[in-house]
């Protein structure tokens, strides 16, 4: 998959798949001919379309939000003017696919969604169709090429307008899905010599290993004797969740510290239990509290209560 | 490159060994060797293994070194891997390498305290 | 972009094993892997060198930095002209555990990398080759 120099990001659409997808809409270098001969018409007439354009824009409340200001306005009137006149230009290749692609990212930005992007084509097609057709009157076939050759051109645009909004999106929610990891695996020192690291959710293969390290680290760096590894928030345990879990305990003990293991509901037990696996070696408590008592224990710690002044 | 010196010491009773950080098989080998000498000598409450300097644990060091256990353990000894790296655990256990013949502990230290302290509590990786 | 690592060397006796991590660290650090992959790595390739010493009697081991856009990886072979593996399935199956030291450590190797290919013909010999990789 080649890389886009031209973008800050990678992009979803390299130039082979811009060619496939042309080959699919049929877009061929014929039509590219028309669009050029288009232009001079297309020149003329884009001014009406983009009032017309805004005119609806303006009068939507919903669309009307992303016009603040009469500023606003004009200068998003501008950038439309020369989005249509890239219709016409007669080169779609490398270059219009990375400033078409800009696009879709800027909407993601600001929020457009690709709903009204999409209204605003059809209303493109219903305000460009008389007026292209207008251009031939002496040549209603090549009239007509002419404008399914721009309404394929505007089709591939709002295609590629989707994938990066959609990728823009994806890119957001893995970000996301990153920080959820994050956050819910931590290793808090809960007194000299112990700490305790609630799990939630299930063990992947990639959670694992960063729940493993983090965990390993934080048993080193606190000088821990005792690990509790609470997995109340575990909701259902599997083979490999369960498999994961030995490893880590396994890992734990290498290092010298203890694992007892927290939050083991009746539920999971019973799944433990018919999964076969061999849980024998390792201390088990059904609550985070219960774990406590252990890690004193081990540690030779006890509790007493303060006696009054 | 020539094998690296093993100095077992005695320390507190038992037999304390800082195992250099990327040992080749001769090296190993003959970190058993003089442990059994050395435990013929001053049986002692057992071995520490210092494994904080150590950067690869293979499957042949994994293997000697349970060895070496069992051997101590014959000769009445307990034996303690003391301060292993996490990123070593981590891939031991990938591997799926066991000790089941040794005890573990954060550092020297502690390990040298476990021995001290008479068996029963079982803890065992 | 770093100058991607590669080189090789040969396996011919125990001490090449040392010979061969050693490297291998060098090669991993350099493409930016962190400690616990690098670990992971050189111990990976301490398992197929000492396969090699072993069961082939000698061979050698290749490496190469690889690029793939969005990602960096290391690449190893280990090529030998041995006995070859008999059962490859059987082979890939074996738990492998210590104090028994029976197998070729395989399916353990292969869970410490990303992908692992192996060729093996009976009598002439086995390429073993494995990968890592890091997103950049």
């Known amino acids: 998959m080649m890389r886009r120099d031209v973008s800050q990001q990678t992009t979803e659409v390299t130039a082979e798949e811009w060619v496939r997808r042309k080959e699919f809409v049929g877009f061929t270098e014929q039509d590219a001919q028309w669009l050029r001969e288009l232009r001079p018409a297309a020149d003329a007439f884009v001014g009406d379309v983009v009032e017309e354009l805004y005119r609806r824009f303006l009068a939507c409340e919903e669309t009307n939000a992303f016009f603040p200001d009469e500023a606003a306005v004009a200068r998003v009137k501008a950038l439309q003017t020369a989005y249509f006149r890239g219709l016409t230009q007669g080169e779609y290749g490398e270059a219009y696919l990375a400033d078409r692609l800009k696009i879709g990212r800027v909407h993601q930005r600001i929020g457009l969604s690709p709903r009204w992007y999409m209204g605003a084509y059809a209303l493109y097609a219903q305000l460009v169709t008389p007026r292209v057709l207008a251009a031939y009157p002496a040549d209603s076939v090549k009239g007509q090429r002419t404008l399914v050759a721009l309404l394929k051109l505007m089709n591939l645009d709002q295609e590629l307008a989707v994938t990066t909004y959609l990728a823009a999106r994806e890119a957001v929610i893995s970000q996301q899905a990153r920080e959820i990891l994050e956050i819910a695996t931590p290793v808090v020192q809960i007194w000299d010599g112990v700490v305790a690291a609630p799990l939630i959710g299930s063990l992947d293969t990639a959670r694992t290993q960063q729940f493993m390290e983090r965990l390993l680290e934080r048993v080193v760096e606190t000088n821990s004797s005792v690990a509790l590894v609470d997995i109340t928030g575990v909701p259902t345990i599997d083979t490999v969740t369960a498999q994961h879990l030995i490893e880590t305990v396994t890992a734990v003990r290498l290092l010298g510290a203890q694992v007892v293991l927290t939050g083991v509901r009746p539920v999971i037990a019973q799944t433990l239990v018919h999964l076969g696996v061999d849980l024998s070696d390792i201390i088990t408590r059904s609550s985070l509290a219960a774990g406590l008592h252990v890690a004193l224990d081990i540690l030779k710690l006890q509790v007493t209560g303060k006696r009054p002044a | ?125 | 972009m770093n100058q991607a690592p590669g080189g090789d060397v040969v396996i011919h006796s125990e001490r090449d094993i040392v010979g061969a991590r050693k490297a291998v660290r060098l090669a991993a650090t350099a493409l930016g892997f962190g400690l616990t992959d690098v670990t992971r790595i050189v111990t990976a390739a301490s398992e197929l060198a000492r396969n090699i010493v072993c069961y082939a009697g000698s061979g050698r081991l290749r490496w190469r930095g690889l690029d793939a856009g969005d990602r960096v990886g290391l690449e190893l072979i280990f090529e030998d002209r041995g006995p070859g593996i008999a059962d490859l399935a059987q082979a890939m199956q074996d738990g492998y555990t210590s104090g028994r030291g029976l197998g070729l450590g395989l399916p353990g190797t292969k869970r410490l990398m990303d992908e692992m290919e192996i060729q093996s013909t009976v009598g002439q010999g086995t390429i073993v080759t494995v990968r890592k990789w890091r997103k950049t």
């Open chain 2, 1 to 125: 490159m020539s094998t690296d010196h093993i100095a077992v010491l005695k320390v507190r009773e038992a037999l304390l060994v800082t195992v250099p950080s990327d040992p080749e098989d001769a090296t190993v080998a003959a970190l058993q060797e003089q442990v059994l000498r050395a435990m013929e000598r001053h049986a002692g409450k057992g071995l520490v293994l210092d494994l904080s300097g150590v950067e690869t644990v293979d499957s042949y060091f994994a293997r000697t070194i349970t060895e070496t256990a069992q051997m101590v353990g014959l000769m009445g000894g307990r034996t303690v891997l003391a301060g292993m790296r996490p990123s070593v655990a981590m891939t031991t256990v990938q591997l799926g390498l066991l000790f089941p013949n040794a005890l573990t502990a954060l550092d020297v230290d502690r390990a040298l305290d476990l021995l001290a302290t008479p068996e029963p509590d079982g803890r065992r990786p």
